[in-house]
């Protein structure tokens, strides 16, 4: 149901028009059904990743994390051990092409490992936090492709605390000869004290009729100040109302096993990758300083200015592998007075849009939303 805009939180603006394709200086639009409802964000993140070489993620907007957690604390038979070295890119050698050879070998993108050596006692994975940490409500996207080897977990998911998550995870084990699952989690105060969330009211395991270890495909959830809903190549999966998170805070990946047979099975029988071909999310901020930029960038609400996010549409894998960033587009500065890190060699910016490498602060004042539709 079409939510008033003045009462809705930090900024989710809807609205009952058709959108013009402008320069996009009062946001991006997300449209929730196949009618004229939409939401519209004010921030964006985009990575191209088939198109991205480099040892140096946080460039991009991902710093890769290091650290080691033991058995007990890990809950399972091994400790997991993240390293920088796990996250790898590996672009297309031509910079413009969508396909063909690679700088490595294996899958196109950033490739999160998972080693199968638990000699020391743990087992390497690789996890990447996304330095804006002002993200709340938008729509957030990631396409990937999965480990083919049974015995680890991998993730999509914005993070908070123990009890204000947002998960999309993937277990190798869940996948058989034609299907996959995707487990999609809102983590609540009870799964916190529980330590476990699959007996709460915010978790399911949702069949797919695919192996998610076959080709690319898009993962994504919506998440509006009432509702999570959760969504694969475009199609609607699954929503859920209740412990919906209220913070600001940041996207994950991560791919990683310890062992234990009641959640990531493993450890992984030879080294094995998560590949990620590309993440978009479009999103308001909870930072001051972003809000007066839109807030120049945009005075009075104009739909006109407005620039609907284009619905991915089946799997974006072979002859779909390319896909649409409006950081990207040659055509005119869709990003204007956007925060924008490098997003892929293919990239042609136009206008004034700013390149931001350093973590924003977290300003927890909300954005008041006077705009009048």
Not at 50 to 62: A, R
Not at 166 to 176: A, C, G, P, V, Y
Not at 228 to 248: A, I, N, R, S
């Amino acid at each position: 149901m079409l939510r008033d805009a003045a009462a809705t939180a930090a900024c989710l603006l809807l609205g009952l028009s058709q959108l013009a394709n402008a320069a996009c200086e009062c946001g991006y639009s997300v449209n929730k059904t196949s009618d004229s409802e939409f939401a519209v964000f004010t921030d964006l993140i985009e990575n191209d990743f088939l198109h991205i070489n480099t040892e140096n993620l946080t460039e991009y907007g991902w710093q890769p994390q290091e650290y080691n957690v033991t058995a007990e604390a890990a809950r399972g038979k091994f400790g997991k051990q993240m390293t920088v070295e796990n996250s790898q890119t590996n672009p297309f050698k031509d910079a413009n092409a969508w396909s063909g050879a690679t700088d490595h070998s294996g899958d196109p993108g950033l490739q999160l490992w998972v080693r199968a050596d638990h000699s020391n006692g743990l087992i390497g994975g690789a996890e990447l936090a996304h330095l804006r940490n002002d993200s709340r409500y938008g729509s957030f996207r990631v396409g990937m492709k999965m480990s083919a080897v049974n015995g680890t977990c991998g993730a999509f998911y914005w993070y908070f605390d123990d009890s204000q998550e947002i998960d999309m995870e993937f277990l190798s084990k869940q996948f058989n000869d034609s299907q996959g699952a995707v487990n999609l989690v809102l983590q609540s105060p009870d799964s916190a004290k529980l330590l476990d969330a699959s007996n709460t009211s915010t978790f399911r395991v949702a069949p797919l009729p695919f192996r998610p270890d076959e080709m690319y495909h898009e993962y994504r959830f919506d998440w509006m100040p009432d509702k999570v809903q959760f969504y694969v190549d475009g199609e609607f999966l699954w929503e859920m109302t209740e412990h919906v998170p209220v913070k600001p805070s940041r996207l994950f990946l991560n791919h990683w096993s310890n062992g234990d047979p009641h959640w990531s099975a493993g450890p992984p029988e030879k080294d094995t990758p998560m590949t990620v071909s590309y993440v978009k999310a479009y999103f308001n901020s909870t930072d001051e300083a972003r809000a007066k930029v839109h807030t120049q960038n945009c005075p009075t609400f104009d739909p006109a200015k407005v620039c609907p996010i284009p619905a991915q549409k089946g799997a974006p894998d072979g002859a779909n592998m390319e896909t649409y960033f409006f950081s990207k587009d040659k055509t005119e500065n869709k990003t204007p007075g956007q925060n924008l890190y490098k997003s892929g060699a293919t990239s042609n910016l136009l206008g004034s849009s700013t390149t931001f490498i350093t973590f924003l602060p977290l300003i927890l004042a909300l954005f008041s939303c006077a705009f009048s539709l």
